[in-house]
Protein backbone atom coordinates (compact mmCIF):
# COMPACT_ATOMS: atom_id res chain seq x y z
CA UNK A 1 0.00 0.00 0.00
CA UNK A 2 1.39 3.19 -0.81
CA UNK A 3 2.05 6.06 1.79
CA UNK A 4 0.26 9.95 1.78
CA UNK A 5 -3.04 11.02 2.13
CA UNK A 6 -6.22 8.93 1.09
CA UNK A 7 -9.15 9.27 0.77
CA UNK A 8 -11.45 6.34 3.15
CA UNK A 9 -12.89 5.21 0.24
CA UNK A 10 -9.72 4.27 -1.73
CA UNK A 11 -8.18 3.03 2.21
CA UNK A 12 -11.34 0.75 1.74
CA UNK A 13 -11.46 -0.34 -1.96
CA UNK A 14 -9.98 -3.50 -3.33
CA UNK A 15 -9.44 -7.14 -1.67
CA UNK A 16 -7.49 -5.51 1.70
CA UNK A 17 -8.42 -7.45 4.98
CA UNK A 18 -7.53 -5.39 8.01
CA UNK A 19 -5.89 -7.33 10.78
CA UNK A 20 -5.36 -6.15 14.42
CA UNK A 21 -2.56 -8.34 15.85
CA UNK A 22 -2.29 -9.60 19.16
CA UNK A 23 -0.29 -7.12 20.75
CA UNK A 24 -3.10 -4.32 20.27
CA UNK A 25 -5.57 -3.65 23.42
CA UNK A 26 -9.18 -4.58 22.59
CA UNK A 27 -11.83 -2.45 21.15
CA UNK A 28 -11.97 0.79 23.88
CA UNK A 29 -14.38 3.65 22.47
CA UNK A 30 -16.73 4.52 24.77
CA UNK A 31 -19.94 6.88 24.39
CA UNK A 32 -17.61 9.75 24.57
CA UNK A 33 -15.98 9.13 21.85
CA UNK A 34 -18.48 7.87 19.81
CA UNK A 35 -20.59 11.11 20.15
CA UNK A 36 -17.14 12.71 18.96
CA UNK A 37 -17.26 10.96 16.20
CA UNK A 38 -20.49 11.92 15.37
CA UNK A 39 -20.65 15.37 16.22
CA UNK A 40 -17.62 16.11 13.73
CA UNK A 41 -18.90 14.41 10.77
CA UNK A 42 -22.30 16.48 11.43
CA UNK A 43 -20.25 19.67 11.69
CA UNK A 44 -18.04 18.86 8.89
CA UNK A 45 -19.01 21.02 5.60
CA UNK A 46 -20.05 18.99 2.67
CA UNK A 47 -17.35 19.21 -0.09
CA UNK A 48 -14.87 20.22 2.41
CA UNK A 49 -11.92 17.74 3.12
CA UNK A 50 -12.14 16.48 6.41
CA UNK A 51 -9.27 14.79 7.91
CA UNK A 52 -9.73 11.67 10.08
CA UNK A 53 -5.68 11.30 11.22
CA UNK A 54 -2.86 9.41 10.52
CA UNK A 55 -3.07 5.73 10.26
CA UNK A 56 0.10 3.36 9.95
CA UNK A 57 0.17 -0.24 8.65
CA UNK A 58 2.35 -3.51 8.44
CA UNK A 59 2.05 -5.14 5.73
CA UNK A 60 1.88 -9.10 6.01
CA UNK A 61 1.84 -10.45 2.63
CA UNK A 62 -1.00 -12.18 0.63
CA UNK A 63 -3.59 -14.76 1.76
CA UNK A 64 -5.30 -15.73 -1.26
CA UNK A 65 -6.66 -13.60 -3.42
CA UNK A 66 -6.33 -10.55 -0.44
CA UNK A 67 -4.14 -8.62 1.20
CA UNK A 68 -3.43 -8.65 5.02
CA UNK A 69 -2.68 -5.38 6.62
CA UNK A 70 -2.16 -5.36 10.49
CA UNK A 71 -2.80 -2.04 11.75
CA UNK A 72 -0.43 -0.45 14.22
CA UNK A 73 -2.14 2.86 14.67
CA UNK A 74 -5.88 3.77 13.93
CA UNK A 75 -7.32 0.78 14.98
CA UNK A 76 -10.07 2.42 17.28
CA UNK A 77 -11.31 4.72 14.45
CA UNK A 78 -10.90 2.61 11.79
CA UNK A 79 -13.04 -0.38 13.84
CA UNK A 80 -15.71 2.47 14.68
CA UNK A 81 -15.66 4.22 10.55
CA UNK A 82 -16.75 0.42 9.86
CA UNK A 83 -19.18 -0.37 12.50
CA UNK A 84 -20.79 3.27 11.20
CA UNK A 85 -20.89 2.23 7.91
CA UNK A 86 -22.67 -0.75 8.20
CA UNK A 87 -25.25 1.22 10.50
CA UNK A 88 -25.74 3.60 7.79
CA UNK A 89 -25.71 1.37 5.23
CA UNK A 90 -28.80 -0.80 6.85
CA UNK A 91 -30.63 1.94 7.77
CA UNK A 92 -30.38 3.38 3.93
CA UNK A 93 -31.42 0.00 2.90
CA UNK A 94 -34.84 0.21 4.25
CA UNK A 95 -35.42 3.79 2.97
CA UNK A 96 -34.01 2.64 -0.38
CA UNK A 97 -36.94 2.93 -3.05
CA UNK A 98 -35.00 1.89 -6.38
CA UNK A 99 -32.63 -0.76 -8.08
CA UNK A 100 -30.33 2.29 -8.30
CA UNK A 101 -30.06 2.74 -4.51
CA UNK A 102 -29.56 -1.16 -3.59
CA UNK A 103 -26.25 -1.29 -6.12
CA UNK A 104 -24.99 1.36 -4.26
CA UNK A 105 -25.59 0.33 -1.09
CA UNK A 106 -24.03 -2.70 -2.27
CA UNK A 107 -20.86 -1.43 -3.72
CA UNK A 108 -20.62 0.46 -0.34
CA UNK A 109 -21.08 -2.64 1.96
CA UNK A 110 -18.18 -4.21 -0.31
CA UNK A 111 -16.01 -1.84 0.30
CA UNK A 112 -16.39 -1.16 3.94
CA UNK A 113 -17.68 -4.11 5.36
CA UNK A 114 -17.58 -7.49 3.74
CA UNK A 115 -16.02 -8.38 0.19
CA UNK A 116 -16.36 -11.62 -1.50
CA UNK A 117 -17.92 -13.52 2.07
CA UNK A 118 -14.28 -11.56 3.28
CA UNK A 119 -15.18 -9.02 6.30
CA UNK A 120 -13.16 -6.02 5.84
CA UNK A 121 -11.94 -6.24 9.37
CA UNK A 122 -10.41 -8.88 11.55
CA UNK A 123 -10.76 -8.15 15.25
CA UNK A 124 -8.92 -9.85 18.06
CA UNK A 125 -8.92 -13.62 18.25
CA UNK A 126 -11.40 -13.82 21.46
CA UNK A 127 -13.82 -11.05 19.64
CA UNK A 128 -13.51 -11.77 16.09
CA UNK A 129 -16.67 -14.11 15.75
CA UNK A 130 -18.90 -11.80 17.98
CA UNK A 131 -17.90 -8.65 15.47
CA UNK A 132 -18.53 -10.15 12.66
CA UNK A 133 -21.65 -11.84 13.76
CA UNK A 134 -23.54 -9.31 15.85
CA UNK A 135 -22.02 -6.18 14.97
CA UNK A 136 -21.53 -6.15 11.41
CA UNK A 137 -24.73 -8.59 10.36
CA UNK A 138 -28.20 -7.29 11.05
CA UNK A 139 -28.55 -9.22 14.46
CA UNK A 140 -28.69 -8.93 18.04
CA UNK A 141 -26.12 -9.74 20.23
CA UNK A 142 -27.00 -8.42 23.79
CA UNK A 143 -27.74 -11.56 24.91
CA UNK A 144 -23.95 -13.22 23.64
CA UNK A 145 -21.67 -10.40 25.02
CA UNK A 146 -18.65 -12.32 27.11
CA UNK A 147 -16.03 -9.63 27.14
CA UNK A 148 -15.73 -6.11 28.06
CA UNK A 149 -14.42 -5.21 24.51
CA UNK A 150 -17.76 -6.95 22.84
CA UNK A 151 -19.86 -5.15 25.59
CA UNK A 152 -18.23 -1.09 24.30
CA UNK A 153 -18.37 -3.08 20.37
CA UNK A 154 -22.45 -3.88 20.82
CA UNK A 155 -22.99 -0.25 22.71
CA UNK A 156 -21.23 1.47 19.06
CA UNK A 157 -23.55 0.18 17.53
CA UNK A 158 -26.79 0.48 19.41
CA UNK A 159 -25.24 4.13 19.66
CA UNK A 160 -25.22 4.51 15.85
CA UNK A 161 -28.41 2.26 15.61
CA UNK A 162 -30.54 4.95 17.60
CA UNK A 163 -28.94 8.20 16.27
CA UNK A 164 -29.11 7.13 12.88
CA UNK A 165 -33.25 6.49 13.03
CA UNK A 166 -33.64 10.10 13.63
CA UNK A 167 -32.31 11.22 10.53
CA UNK A 168 -34.34 11.66 7.14
CA UNK A 169 -33.18 9.98 3.79
CA UNK A 170 -31.32 12.73 2.68
CA UNK A 171 -29.62 13.52 5.81
CA UNK A 172 -28.42 9.78 5.49
CA UNK A 173 -26.63 10.25 2.11
CA UNK A 174 -25.07 13.53 3.19
CA UNK A 175 -23.30 11.74 6.41
CA UNK A 176 -22.27 9.06 3.49
CA UNK A 177 -20.72 11.24 1.16
CA UNK A 178 -19.16 13.07 4.26
CA UNK A 179 -17.46 9.69 4.74
CA UNK A 180 -17.06 8.10 1.73
CA UNK A 181 -16.27 10.80 -0.58
CA UNK A 182 -14.12 13.63 1.64
CA UNK A 183 -12.81 11.86 4.68
CA UNK A 184 -9.00 11.56 4.25
CA UNK A 185 -6.70 9.82 6.31
CA UNK A 186 -2.51 9.99 5.71
CA UNK A 187 -1.22 6.73 5.43
CA UNK A 188 2.19 5.41 6.32
CA UNK A 189 3.11 1.67 5.06
CA UNK A 190 5.82 -0.27 6.47
CA UNK A 191 7.12 -3.69 5.88
CA UNK A 192 8.17 -5.23 9.00
CA UNK A 193 7.79 -4.62 12.79
CA UNK A 194 10.91 -3.01 13.49
CA UNK A 195 10.32 -0.32 10.76
CA UNK A 196 6.49 0.62 12.02
CA UNK A 197 7.69 0.70 15.69
CA UNK A 198 10.19 3.21 14.53
CA UNK A 199 7.09 5.70 13.11
CA UNK A 200 4.88 4.61 15.75
CA UNK A 201 7.04 5.68 18.92
CA UNK A 202 8.06 8.97 16.66
CA UNK A 203 4.57 9.87 15.39
CA UNK A 204 2.63 9.22 18.76
CA UNK A 205 4.20 9.81 21.62
CA UNK A 206 4.30 13.24 21.35
CA UNK A 207 0.79 14.01 23.08
CA UNK A 208 -1.45 12.69 20.78
CA UNK A 209 -3.93 10.50 23.47
CA UNK A 210 -2.25 7.83 23.88
CA UNK A 211 -2.31 5.87 27.52
CA UNK A 212 1.01 5.66 29.73
CA UNK A 213 0.81 2.17 28.62
CA UNK A 214 0.42 2.29 24.93
CA UNK A 215 3.25 5.28 25.71
CA UNK A 216 5.49 2.01 27.43
CA UNK A 217 4.94 -1.01 25.02
CA UNK A 218 5.56 1.45 21.50
CA UNK A 219 9.41 3.15 23.40
CA UNK A 220 10.44 -0.50 24.98
CA UNK A 221 9.63 -1.92 21.33
CA UNK A 222 11.50 1.46 19.35
CA UNK A 223 14.30 1.42 21.63
CA UNK A 224 15.02 -2.15 21.27
CA UNK A 225 15.23 -1.80 17.39
CA UNK A 226 17.67 1.24 18.41
CA UNK A 227 20.00 -1.06 20.69
CA UNK A 228 19.65 -3.75 18.71
CA UNK A 229 23.23 -4.33 15.78
CA UNK A 230 20.53 -6.22 13.40
CA UNK A 231 16.79 -6.23 13.54
CA UNK A 232 15.79 -7.44 17.28
CA UNK A 233 12.67 -9.57 15.86
CA UNK A 234 12.58 -11.95 18.59
CA UNK A 235 12.52 -9.65 21.41
CA UNK A 236 10.09 -7.18 19.37
CA UNK A 237 7.99 -10.57 19.12
CA UNK A 238 7.94 -10.92 22.98
CA UNK A 239 7.03 -7.58 23.91
CA UNK A 240 4.10 -7.64 21.54
CA UNK A 241 3.31 -10.94 22.94
CA UNK A 242 3.69 -9.85 26.76
CA UNK A 243 1.56 -6.92 25.78
CA UNK A 244 -1.10 -8.46 24.16
CA UNK A 245 -1.57 -10.58 27.50
CA UNK A 246 -1.44 -7.53 29.60
CA UNK A 247 -4.28 -6.01 27.49
CA UNK A 248 -6.28 -9.23 28.24
CA UNK A 249 -5.48 -9.18 31.78
CA UNK A 250 -6.54 -5.96 31.75
CA UNK A 251 -9.82 -5.95 30.12
CA UNK A 252 -10.86 -8.97 32.93
CA UNK A 253 -10.60 -6.00 35.48
CA UNK A 254 -14.10 -3.72 34.34
CA UNK A 255 -12.92 -0.46 35.70
CA UNK A 256 -11.67 -1.11 39.02
CA UNK A 257 -8.50 0.15 39.06
CA UNK A 258 -6.68 2.29 36.48
CA UNK A 259 -4.18 0.67 34.30
CA UNK A 260 -1.94 4.02 35.21
CA UNK A 261 -2.02 2.88 38.94
CA UNK A 262 -0.71 -0.36 37.87
CA UNK A 263 2.12 1.19 36.31
CA UNK A 264 2.93 3.29 38.85
CA UNK A 265 2.40 0.34 41.52
CA UNK A 266 5.08 -1.64 39.47
CA UNK A 267 7.44 1.07 39.11
CA UNK A 268 7.75 1.49 42.78
CA UNK A 269 7.80 -2.25 43.39
CA UNK A 270 10.39 -2.80 40.90
CA UNK A 271 12.01 0.25 39.97
CA UNK A 272 15.03 2.55 41.31
CA UNK A 273 13.78 5.19 42.74
CA UNK A 274 14.57 7.34 46.20
CA UNK A 275 12.57 10.33 46.16
CA UNK A 276 9.56 10.38 45.41
CA UNK A 277 10.37 9.46 41.11
CA UNK A 278 7.40 7.36 41.33
CA UNK A 279 5.50 10.10 40.47
CA UNK A 280 6.45 10.34 36.84
CA UNK A 281 7.05 6.55 36.79
CA UNK A 282 6.86 6.72 32.48
CA UNK A 283 9.49 9.23 32.13
CA UNK A 284 11.64 7.58 35.11
CA UNK A 285 11.63 4.15 33.35
CA UNK A 286 12.68 5.96 29.84
CA UNK A 287 15.64 7.77 31.27
CA UNK A 288 16.79 4.27 32.49
CA UNK A 289 17.05 2.94 29.50
CA UNK A 290 17.84 6.30 27.59
CA UNK A 291 20.79 5.97 29.56
CA UNK A 292 21.89 2.74 29.16
CA UNK A 293 21.88 3.64 25.54
CA UNK A 294 23.54 6.70 25.52
CA UNK A 295 26.17 5.31 27.40
CA UNK A 296 26.55 2.46 25.48
CA UNK A 297 25.73 -0.12 27.12
CA UNK A 298 23.24 -1.75 24.44
CA UNK A 299 23.05 -5.03 25.73
CA UNK A 300 22.67 -3.93 29.47
CA UNK A 301 19.33 -2.18 27.76
CA UNK A 302 18.06 -4.87 25.77
CA UNK A 303 18.60 -7.07 28.82
CA UNK A 304 16.27 -4.55 30.90
CA UNK A 305 13.99 -4.32 28.15
CA UNK A 306 13.22 -7.99 28.37
CA UNK A 307 12.76 -8.60 31.97
CA UNK A 308 10.62 -5.47 32.23
CA UNK A 309 7.93 -6.21 30.10
CA UNK A 310 8.26 -9.61 31.67
CA UNK A 311 7.98 -8.31 35.17
CA UNK A 312 5.61 -5.87 33.94
CA UNK A 313 3.19 -8.49 32.15
CA UNK A 314 3.36 -10.91 35.76
CA UNK A 315 2.31 -7.50 37.47
CA UNK A 316 -0.97 -7.10 35.75
CA UNK A 317 -1.72 -10.91 36.20
CA UNK A 318 -1.06 -10.59 39.89
CA UNK A 319 -3.36 -7.78 40.17
CA UNK A 320 -6.10 -9.80 38.63
CA UNK A 321 -5.20 -12.65 40.77
CA UNK A 322 -5.60 -10.44 43.75
CA UNK A 323 -9.12 -8.74 42.77
CA UNK A 324 -9.88 -12.47 42.63
CA UNK A 325 -8.80 -14.04 45.76
CA UNK A 326 -11.32 -15.39 48.53
CA UNK A 327 -8.89 -14.41 51.24
CA UNK A 328 -10.81 -12.84 54.09
CA UNK A 329 -8.47 -9.99 54.71
CA UNK A 330 -7.86 -8.77 50.94
CA UNK A 331 -11.61 -8.82 50.67
CA UNK A 332 -11.86 -6.52 53.91
CA UNK A 333 -9.08 -4.81 52.16
CA UNK A 334 -11.50 -4.10 49.15
CA UNK A 335 -14.40 -3.09 51.80
CA UNK A 336 -12.44 -0.40 53.55
CA UNK A 337 -11.47 1.20 50.23
CA UNK A 338 -8.02 2.44 51.07
CA UNK A 339 -5.94 0.46 49.11
CA UNK A 340 -3.94 3.52 47.56
CA UNK A 341 -0.42 3.04 49.82
CA UNK A 342 -0.77 -0.95 49.95
CA UNK A 343 -0.95 -1.87 45.91
CA UNK A 344 2.81 -2.28 45.93
CA UNK A 345 3.19 -4.39 49.10
CA UNK A 346 0.61 -6.69 47.92
CA UNK A 347 1.93 -6.71 44.44
CA UNK A 348 5.21 -7.68 45.92
CA UNK A 349 4.28 -9.83 48.81
CA UNK A 350 1.96 -12.02 46.18
CA UNK A 351 4.95 -12.18 43.71
CA UNK A 352 7.09 -13.75 46.39
CA UNK A 353 5.33 -15.79 48.23
CA UNK A 354 6.26 -19.36 47.65
CA UNK A 355 3.54 -21.09 50.23
CA UNK A 356 0.66 -23.17 49.24
CA UNK A 357 -2.26 -20.84 49.44
CA UNK A 358 -0.44 -17.86 49.54
CA UNK A 359 -0.45 -18.07 53.83
CA UNK A 360 2.18 -15.03 54.19
CA UNK A 361 0.39 -12.89 51.65
CA UNK A 362 -2.86 -13.59 53.52
CA UNK A 363 -0.82 -12.51 56.62
CA UNK A 364 0.07 -9.14 55.05
CA UNK A 365 -2.77 -8.44 54.03
CA UNK A 366 -4.37 -9.12 57.15
CA UNK A 367 -1.71 -6.73 58.87
CA UNK A 368 -2.36 -4.14 56.24
CA UNK A 369 -6.28 -4.75 57.22
CA UNK A 370 -5.77 -3.64 60.38
CA UNK A 371 -3.24 -0.69 59.68
CA UNK A 372 -6.62 0.19 57.23
CA UNK A 373 -8.94 0.39 59.61
CA UNK A 374 -7.15 1.24 62.41
CA UNK A 375 -5.09 4.35 61.61
CA UNK A 376 -7.29 6.01 58.68
CA UNK A 377 -10.72 4.45 59.84
CA UNK A 378 -10.80 4.56 63.73
CA UNK A 379 -7.66 7.15 64.20
CA UNK A 380 -8.91 9.62 61.31
CA UNK A 381 -4.86 10.19 59.78
CA UNK A 382 -4.69 11.84 56.86
CA UNK A 383 -4.36 9.51 54.23
CA UNK A 384 -0.84 9.40 53.10
CA UNK A 385 0.12 8.69 57.12
CA UNK A 386 2.48 6.14 56.68
CA UNK A 387 3.14 6.48 53.00
CA UNK A 388 6.76 6.76 52.70
CA UNK A 389 6.93 3.67 54.49
CA UNK A 390 4.92 1.59 52.96
CA UNK A 391 6.39 2.48 49.68
CA UNK A 392 9.74 1.79 50.68
CA UNK A 393 8.81 -1.37 52.44
CA UNK A 394 7.57 -2.66 48.92
CA UNK A 395 10.47 -1.55 47.14
CA UNK A 396 12.88 -2.96 49.53
CA UNK A 397 10.92 -6.51 50.16
CA UNK A 398 12.92 -9.03 49.15
CA UNK A 399 10.64 -12.00 50.51
CA UNK A 400 11.99 -11.93 53.63
CA UNK A 401 8.31 -12.00 55.63
CA UNK A 402 9.13 -12.39 59.14
CA UNK A 403 10.94 -9.05 58.82
CA UNK A 404 7.98 -7.56 56.97
CA UNK A 405 5.72 -8.65 59.29
CA UNK A 406 7.62 -6.91 62.30
CA UNK A 407 7.90 -3.79 59.96
CA UNK A 408 4.22 -3.78 59.58
CA UNK A 409 3.61 -4.00 62.65
CA UNK A 410 5.93 -1.51 64.22
CA UNK A 411 4.37 1.01 61.70
CA UNK A 412 0.27 0.21 62.45
CA UNK A 413 1.58 0.86 66.51
CA UNK A 414 3.44 3.64 65.38
CA UNK A 415 0.56 5.31 63.68
CA UNK A 416 -2.17 4.32 65.99
CA UNK A 417 -0.93 2.33 69.10
CA UNK A 418 -3.26 0.53 70.97
CA UNK A 419 -4.04 2.72 73.62
CA UNK A 420 -4.95 5.34 70.89
CA UNK A 421 -7.20 3.10 69.31
CA UNK A 422 -8.95 2.89 72.60
CA UNK A 423 -8.81 6.38 72.83
CA UNK A 424 -10.31 7.21 69.61
CA UNK A 425 -13.06 4.21 69.95
CA UNK A 426 -14.06 5.69 73.33
CA UNK A 427 -14.89 9.38 71.62
CA UNK A 428 -18.22 10.39 72.78
CA UNK A 429 -19.03 11.84 69.23
CA UNK A 430 -17.77 8.74 67.52
CA UNK A 431 -20.88 8.49 65.18
CA UNK A 432 -20.10 12.32 63.55
CA UNK A 433 -16.52 11.52 63.76
CA UNK A 434 -16.18 8.26 61.50
CA UNK A 435 -17.35 7.71 58.40
CA UNK A 436 -20.43 5.88 58.58
CA UNK A 437 -19.66 3.10 56.32
CA UNK A 438 -16.41 2.04 58.71
CA UNK A 439 -19.03 2.18 61.59
CA UNK A 440 -21.01 -0.54 59.11
CA UNK A 441 -17.38 -2.71 58.77
CA UNK A 442 -17.56 -2.54 62.23
CA UNK A 443 -20.70 -3.46 63.57
CA UNK A 444 -20.64 -6.15 60.19
CA UNK A 445 -17.60 -7.79 62.04
CA UNK A 446 -18.95 -7.76 65.00
CA UNK A 447 -22.43 -9.28 64.39
CA UNK A 448 -20.25 -11.94 63.29
CA UNK A 449 -18.07 -12.68 66.28
CA UNK A 450 -21.36 -12.76 68.04
CA UNK A 451 -23.12 -14.69 65.51
CA UNK A 452 -20.10 -17.42 65.28
CA UNK A 453 -19.83 -17.74 69.56
CA UNK A 454 -23.11 -16.87 70.91
CA UNK A 455 -25.77 -19.62 70.66
CA UNK A 456 -27.88 -20.54 69.08
CA UNK A 457 -25.11 -20.34 66.48
CA UNK A 458 -26.03 -18.52 63.25
CA UNK A 459 -24.68 -18.68 59.50
CA UNK A 460 -22.31 -15.23 59.12
CA UNK A 461 -22.97 -12.09 57.12
CA UNK A 462 -22.14 -12.07 53.96
CA UNK A 463 -19.80 -9.32 52.61
CA UNK A 464 -22.86 -8.66 50.05
CA UNK A 465 -25.27 -8.14 52.76
CA UNK A 466 -22.44 -5.16 54.45
CA UNK A 467 -22.09 -3.67 50.65
CA UNK A 468 -25.79 -3.97 49.16
CA UNK A 469 -26.97 -0.56 47.76
CA UNK A 470 -30.16 -1.49 47.90
CA UNK A 471 -33.12 1.19 49.06
CA UNK A 472 -34.83 -1.61 51.45
CA UNK A 473 -31.66 -3.74 52.17
CA UNK A 474 -28.60 -1.06 52.50
CA UNK A 475 -27.16 -1.21 56.26
CA UNK A 476 -27.26 2.20 57.90
CA UNK A 477 -26.71 3.06 61.60
CA UNK A 478 -29.02 3.43 64.42
CA UNK A 479 -29.26 5.27 67.58
CA UNK A 480 -30.33 2.99 70.50
CA UNK A 481 -31.10 5.72 72.37
CA UNK A 482 -32.74 8.21 69.85
CA UNK A 483 -31.36 11.33 68.68
CA UNK A 484 -34.57 12.96 68.54
CA UNK A 485 -36.86 11.52 71.67
CA UNK A 486 -39.17 14.34 71.85
CA UNK A 487 -40.79 12.56 68.72
CA UNK A 488 -42.92 10.80 71.08
CA UNK A 489 -44.35 8.19 68.82
CA UNK A 490 -45.65 5.55 71.46
CA UNK A 491 -46.58 7.45 75.25
CA UNK A 492 -44.20 4.97 77.41
CA UNK A 493 -40.97 6.28 77.13
CA UNK A 494 -39.88 5.74 80.75
CA UNK A 495 -37.13 3.10 79.47
CA UNK A 496 -35.31 6.14 77.47
CA UNK A 497 -32.60 7.48 79.83
CA UNK A 498 -33.00 11.55 80.81
CA UNK A 499 -32.06 13.37 77.53
CA UNK A 500 -30.08 16.33 79.38
CA UNK A 501 -27.09 17.89 78.08
CA UNK A 502 -24.57 15.85 79.90
CA UNK A 503 -26.03 12.36 77.93
CA UNK A 504 -26.07 14.57 74.60
CA UNK A 505 -22.71 15.57 75.31
CA UNK A 506 -21.20 12.32 76.56
CA UNK A 507 -23.22 9.41 75.36
CA UNK A 508 -25.59 9.94 72.57
CA UNK A 509 -23.57 9.77 69.62
CA UNK A 510 -20.96 7.01 71.55
CA UNK A 511 -19.91 3.49 70.52
CA UNK A 512 -22.18 1.89 73.19
CA UNK A 513 -25.38 3.92 72.02
CA UNK A 514 -24.94 2.30 67.92
CA UNK A 515 -26.12 -0.63 66.02
CA UNK A 516 -26.49 -1.77 62.51
CA UNK A 517 -29.77 -1.66 61.02
CA UNK A 518 -31.27 -1.66 57.38
CA UNK A 519 -32.21 1.26 56.12
CA UNK A 520 -35.74 0.63 55.57
CA UNK A 521 -35.99 -0.38 59.21
CA UNK A 522 -34.24 2.17 60.83
CA UNK A 523 -36.77 4.78 59.01
CA UNK A 524 -39.35 2.66 60.02
CA UNK A 525 -38.74 2.98 63.67
CA UNK A 526 -37.98 6.07 63.66
CA UNK A 527 -37.64 7.94 66.81
CA UNK A 528 -39.51 5.11 68.62
CA UNK A 529 -38.48 5.37 72.72
CA UNK A 530 -36.51 1.83 72.96
CA UNK A 531 -38.89 -0.35 74.95
CA UNK A 532 -40.87 -0.29 71.65
CA UNK A 533 -38.00 -0.93 69.34
CA UNK A 534 -36.96 -3.63 71.81
CA UNK A 535 -40.52 -4.86 72.29
CA UNK A 536 -41.66 -4.41 68.40
CA UNK A 537 -37.80 -4.80 66.85
CA UNK A 538 -34.67 -5.93 68.04
CA UNK A 539 -35.82 -9.01 70.18
CA UNK A 540 -37.19 -10.63 66.55
CA UNK A 541 -34.92 -9.07 64.98
CA UNK A 542 -32.06 -11.14 62.62
CA UNK A 543 -28.75 -8.96 63.97
CA UNK A 544 -27.63 -10.78 67.03
CA UNK A 545 -26.26 -7.39 67.50
CA UNK A 546 -29.23 -5.80 68.56
CA UNK A 547 -30.78 -9.57 70.08
CA UNK A 548 -28.28 -9.01 72.89
CA UNK A 549 -29.36 -5.39 73.61
CA UNK A 550 -31.85 -6.22 76.79
CA UNK A 551 -28.59 -7.70 77.99
CA UNK A 552 -27.00 -4.20 78.88
CA UNK A 553 -30.44 -2.97 80.48
CA UNK A 554 -29.86 -0.94 83.94
CA UNK A 555 -33.18 -2.16 86.03
CA UNK A 556 -35.06 -2.38 82.53
CA UNK A 557 -33.81 0.90 81.36
CA UNK A 558 -31.60 2.31 78.42
CA UNK A 559 -29.15 4.34 80.57
CA UNK A 560 -25.91 5.85 80.64
CA UNK A 561 -24.36 2.65 82.50
CA UNK A 562 -25.86 0.62 79.87
CA UNK A 563 -24.37 2.20 76.73
CA UNK A 564 -20.70 2.40 79.15
CA UNK A 565 -21.26 -1.57 79.53
CA UNK A 566 -22.22 -1.85 76.13
CA UNK A 567 -19.19 0.24 74.64
CA UNK A 568 -16.41 -1.79 76.83
CA UNK A 569 -17.70 -4.97 75.45
CA UNK A 570 -17.62 -3.57 71.83
CA UNK A 571 -13.88 -2.03 72.72
CA UNK A 572 -13.04 -5.40 73.74
CA UNK A 573 -13.68 -7.10 70.88
CA UNK A 574 -12.23 -4.43 68.84
CA UNK A 575 -8.77 -4.59 70.74
CA UNK A 576 -8.81 -8.43 70.47
CA UNK A 577 -9.93 -8.50 66.22
CA UNK A 578 -7.52 -6.05 65.34
CA UNK A 579 -4.63 -6.50 67.27
CA UNK A 580 -1.01 -6.58 66.13
CA UNK A 581 0.61 -7.52 69.82
CA UNK A 582 0.30 -3.39 71.01
Not at 250 to 276: A, M, P, V
Not at 383 to 388: D, P, V
Not at 534 to 561: C, H, I
Request: contains cysteine.
Amino acid sequence: MDNGEKKISSLFSGRTIFNIPEYQRAYAWSDVQLREFLDDLNNQKLNRSYFLGTVLFEEKGLEGNHEIIDIVDGQQRLTTIIIFMSCLINRMRKLSSSEEDEDNLNLLYETYVKYHKQYKLRALEEDNDFFHSYILEDKDGENFVRTPAQRRLYLAKEFFINRLELLSKAELNILKSKVDEFSRVLVYSVQDTAEATLIFETTNDRGKGLTNLEKIKSFMMYRSYIASDDLPEDLLKKIRTRFSEIYKEYEQFNGKIEEDSILQYHFICHERWTNKEYQQHVQGTKNYVNTLISSGNNAQALKYINEYTQQLKETFYTVHEIFKSKSVSVRELFILNRLGNFWPLLIKSYKLDKTEGKINFEKTAKILNIYSFRVYAINQSRSNTGQSNLLNLANNFNGDFEQLFDSLTSLVIKYCSGKSFKESLSHSNLYNWINKKDLNYFFWKYENYLRKSVQPKASPMSEQELTNTNTKLKLSIEHIASQNPSVKIVSNVETLPEMDENFKENYLHSLGNLTIDPLSSNSSKGNLSFESKNNGYFLKAPFKTQNELEDFLDNNKWSSDSIVQRQQKLIDFALQEWSVGS
